[in-house]
């Protein structure tokens, strides 16, 4: 079957899907956007978070005809050109990479958390990433970019940390 | 590889910052990963790339009548349907006993062994065919450890007549070890009070979380390109071409984005049937494992039985410790030898004791394989001889803290394997400063309204808001040794290159060290950096077209290739030097004092003898250089004397944990440690090795383990293979203390495996402490502490 739909903007077809293919696998194998992972294929670790609709989804449940005429967000769209979105150049400042395979879908998660709180608490935090798996930072060094991201997000729109939810 | 385009991090890599070493500039492949464009292996694509599966035994022991495959040949967009007839050279690999069937012969030895491989145009045509493939199997009785130590009676893993390499029975490899008069009826009488305890370690799993895979393309001379994630390039190569039947010019690899390894990747996997697949098909073949055959891919930490005695005098000095220890080594030996020459001679742990007495044995069961997991060998014994110091404290009413303290081995100490420590050890001051750190609130302890129950044992399944829970504090000490040990030749190979590009001095380095996220490429670009004072420094792909890097594990990779890297640096430095002196005629005293500062050859007055550029013109300076670290020797395999190790490596941890004692659950409130890093390359990344081992730790404490009943897998999905998530990961202070090892480069000490070792037994240590219970084997289930 052919899908169409959009992913970070741009009009997308792909040919030849097999029933049953997942959205991950169309991303990854039909499109040439690698960028989300596939750690589980079950729905497990995160991995492979993507914007569904602005919604985070993980592209390994969705199948790929579910998508026809939507749109679909991954990390490679988070990035205006050349600048960093503020979740990426956090986590790459605050130590939050080291293999990296977690990061792609950590990074839409925590883009979207910020999206709807912008100054959430540590506990809203691990309650929002609680679906990622990570195995090589302990998660300490997340937790210090998802705040730092906030709080230059916070700069960035003038507003002190002390505000109310956004 | 050809491709529309090459994946950015197979070139050379730009490394930002102008640090050098002791500074935590940002790591070189950092953007690339955070933009998705950082190609992890499962990541590569060629044109005309075939999809590679595996068919797996659905059987722990059994053997094989005959496999028809016709079916799944005859299936369209299927190329290839292998099985060990058709591999062209050697059927078996290893890392340290070649005694695993590439693909099986006549017999299955575990559950998930590999019986055949497809090569398809579609992974849903490889997995249609593999389902096609007949396997008529005979099924035999799974032999476990128990009856793995009585052949005669429960039979062999494999036929005796395998064996004359090595071992006898279903033994892989025992090592034993006598230190003073071990634990002879003197010694036992000189104890005033002696604790003996029984302790059992499941079966851990690294879980990496990007799965095994990898690209073999074929070349038109006849030899293969494979790109791959792997922790040793070399001797991937090195167990693979005797299987392919090429040499080693023939067989080139370099290394894919890794998305972690903690000794996973150590044994090879999908290589060689990738490979084997691309030889007879002559088409580039992709195999990428799912998650369910990940757990089955790769070898796992050694499930083991410990029985320990400690005998001490009353006032809490130890005087003898007996240890006996069973590792489950499963079907194949892979580095099982190494793992149970760690698990004896670091058995008592940071301890001065006079005497001891400890055999330590592998066995060869109907198990998944095991190997190389972070800590390796050193893990199991942890929890077992601090369960013990725990127990012998409590026998003689002392604090667990003191007791320790007391007994803490220091630079100088004898440790059983007759070596004299001769760096700092520092175990009394790690407990000091872990004991001492300020501990987190106890404000969940109360009951009622303003609880936050995220906060609490259960969490938003909000089976509590208070009400019956416990608080207990425990603290774990543990050593770990750093390198390879007993004598192998253990060295890392570094290229620097200096040349002057775009009108500036830049650095290359080239070494074929597997960065499996630890964070060495960000390393290499400091040391250059200090080295030659230069601020552009460019990493090129780890690949074999440079000698080995040895294997990134044993925490050894900053001091091995770092010092490879820092010995390269010299050497171009040097070069340079030599260049001014024959050249420009600088006289021996001017060079014996020269430095590199950005740019610029100074004096010893800080005065500018050349700029680089002028020097080094168009013809750079190339220096590869292999370091070695100080000879080993192999332990004595009856005493166990022997200078077997390198260097040690300690970390400490204090672990606060709520336990609901009426519902079993638990959640760890803070996990602090202290530990001795020789010094701090990249502060950054030490921490996240620190925080990322301990997690690992906590893991084992509480929730992993792969659950083996029978020789069959139950649980191989993150499902049911539980791994720490950020609800289950608690704050993690960390206090790094820095006391140069004279023997290493820059003073410095392994810091990646240590960490893993003292978690456990402090959570363990926590639990019983809130429980009153016994608690002798890891991970802790509910129901263990529910008793139901
Ligand atoms: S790959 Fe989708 S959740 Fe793991
Ligand atoms: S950085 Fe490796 S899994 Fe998160």
């Known amino acids: 079957m052919r899908v169409t739909f959009t992913v970070n903007g741009r009009p997308t077809e792909a040919d030849d899907v097999w029933e049953g293919e997942s959205l991950l696998y169309v991303l990854r194998e039909r499109v040439g956007l690698p960028g989300s992972k596939n750690a589980c294929e079950q729905g497990e670790c995160g991995s492979c978070t993507v914007y569904l609709d602005g919604a985070p989804v993980c592209a390994c449940l969705v199948a790929a005809g579910q998508v026809q005429d939507r749109a679909v967000g991954t990390v490679e769209g ?84 002390a505000g109310s939810e956004g | 590889m050809a491709g529309p385009t090459m994946p950015k991090n197979l070139l050379d890599v730009c490394a930002p910052g102008r640090d050098g070493i002791g500074a935590s500039p940002l790591r070189p492949d950092g953007i690339l990963k955070v933009r998705g464009d950082f190609a992890y292996a499962s990541d590569l694509w060629h044109e005309d790339m075939l999809w590679g599966t595996t068919l797996r035994s659905p059987h722990a022991r059994a053997r094989i009548r005959s496999v028809d495959v016709s079916a799944a040949l005859a299936l369209p967009g299927v190329y290839a349907v292998l099985t060990h007839e058709d591999i062209p050279g050697s059927k078996f690999y290893g890392l340290e006993i070649a005694d695993q069937p590439v693909l099986a012969i006549d017999e299955v030895r575990f559950h998930g062994e590999p019986v055949a491989i497809v090569a398809a145009d579609h992974p849903e045509t490889a997995r249609r065919a593999v389902d096609r493939i007949v396997v008529d199997y005979d099924v035999l009785p799974a032999i476990g450890p128990a009856q793995a130590l009585d052949p005669e009676r429960y039979g ?307 089976s509590t808001h208070g009400e019956g829970v416990v608080r207990g504090i425990g603290y774990g000490v543990g050593i770990k040794n750093v390198g390879f040990s007993e004598g192998f030749d253990d060295y890392s190979t570094a290229r620097v290159r200096l040349e002057v590009v775009g009108g500036a001095p830049v650095a290359l380095v080239h070494t074929a060290m597997a960065e499996v996220g630890q964070g060495g490429v960000t390393v290499h670009a400091q040391i250059v950096r200090t080295e030659l004072g230069v601020d552009l420094v460019t990493i090129a792909p780890a690949d074999t077209r440079v000698g080995s890097a040895g294997s990134t594990s044993a925490s050894r990779q900053t001091y091995m290739t770092g010092g490879a890297v820092k010995s390269a640096a010299e050497a171009v430095r040097g070069a340079v030097f030599e260049r001014g002196r024959l050249r420009r005629g600088w006289p021996p005293d001017l060079v014996a004092g020269l430095r590199l500062v950005g740019g610029k050859v100074v004096d010893r007055a800080d005065a500018v003898v050349a700029d680089l550029v002028d020097l080094l013109g168009d013809e750079p300076v190339d220096e590869t250089v292999e370091f070695r670290h100080r000879p080993t020797q192999a332990f004595d395999r009856t005493t166990g004397q022997g200078f077997g190790h390198v260097q040690y490596t300690f970390c400490a941890h204090r672990a606060v944990v709520d336990v609901d004692v009426e519902l079993g659950l638990v959640k760890v409130v803070e996990l602090a440690a202290a530990q001795d890093v020789g010094k701090a390359m990249n502060p950054l990344a030490v921490l996240g090795q620190i925080h990322g081992g301990t997690t690992q730790g906590l893991g084992l404490a509480v929730m992993e383990e792969i659950v083996v009943t029978e020789g069959r897998v139950g649980n191989p999905s993150f499902t049911d293979y539980l791994i720490p998530t950020i609800l289950d990961t608690p704050p993690m202070p960390v206090d790094v203390l820095e006391l140069a090892d004279p023997h290493a480069p820059y003073g410095l000490r392994g810091a990646g495996e240590a960490p893993t070792l003292s978690a456990t037994p402090a959570i363990v240590a926590a639990i019983r402490a809130a429980t009153g219970l016994a608690l002798n084997r890891v991970p802790i289930r509910p129901e263990h502490l529910t008793g139901t």
């Not at chain 1, 798996?133 to 998802?146: F, H, N, P, Q, S």
């Not at chain 2, 240890?323 to 099982?336: F, H, K, N, Q, R």
Request: charged share 20%.
């Open chain 2, 156 to 462: 062999y893993v494999h036929a005796p007549a395998d064996y004359k390499a090595h071992a006898s029975g279903n033994v892989v490899h025992s090592q034993h070890i006598r230190h003073g008069d071990g634990d002879s009826a003197q010694v036992r009488a000189r104890a005033e009070v002696i604790v003996r305890g029984e302790y059992e370690v499941g079966m851990q799993d690294q879980a990496f979380l990007g799965p095994e895979s990898g690209l073999a393309v074929p070349a038109e001379d006849g030899g293969i390109d494979l790109y791959i994630a792997t922790q040793w390039l070399h001797v991937d190569r090195q167990q693979m071409c005797p299987v392919l039947g090429l040499p080693p010019e023939k067989v080139r690899l370099t290394l894919a984005g890794v998305g972690g390894a903690f000794g996973g990747r150590e044994d090879i996997s999908m290589q060689v049937h990738a490979c084997l697949l691309a030889q007879y098909t002559g088409k580039p073949v992709k195999i990428v494992y799912n998650r369910e055959e990940s757990f089955f891919g790769h070898v796992h930490r050694h499930p083991a039985t410990m029985v320990f005695e400690h005998g001490a005098t009353r006032d809490g000095r130890l005087v003898f410790v007996r240890a006996e220890i069973v590792l489950d080594g499963g079907a194949y030996a892979s580095s099982s030898p190494a793992v149970v020459g760690n698990a004896a001679s670091l058995g008592i742990g940071p301890y001065v004791v006079p005497n001891a007495l400890i055999d330590a044995t592998a066995v060869y069961t109907n198990n998944p394989p095991c190997g190389a997991m972070r800590g390796f060998g050193a893990v199991q014994m942890c929890f077992g001889y601090e369960s013990q110091m725990d127990r012998l404290a409590a026998e003689l009413g002392l604090d667990p803290v003191e007791l320790r303290r007391l007994n803490a081995m220091e630079q100088g100490s004898v440790l059983p394997t007759g070596q004299v420590v001769d760096a700092p050890a520092p175990v009394a001051e790690l407990l000091r400063r872990v004991e001492a750190m300020p501990l987190p609130a106890a404000e969940h302890r109360h009951t009622g309204d303003g609880v936050d129950v995220r906060e609490l044992p259960g969490g938003v399944s909000n």
């Open chain 1, 78 to 161: 988070l990035a205006d050109g050349d600048t960093l979105d503020p979740v990426q150049q956090a986590f790459v400042d605050a130590g939050a990479v080291q293999c990296g395979f977690c990061t792609p879908g950590l990074l839409v998660q925590t883009h979207d958390l910020l999206n709807r709180a912008h100054h959430p608490s540590d506990a809203e935090i691990r309650e929002a990433l609680s679906g990622n798996l990570c195995r090589c930072t302990g998660y300490e060094k997340i937790m210090d970019a998802v705040r730092l991201a906030a709080a230059r997000k916070a700069d960035a729109r003038g507003t002190a940390p």
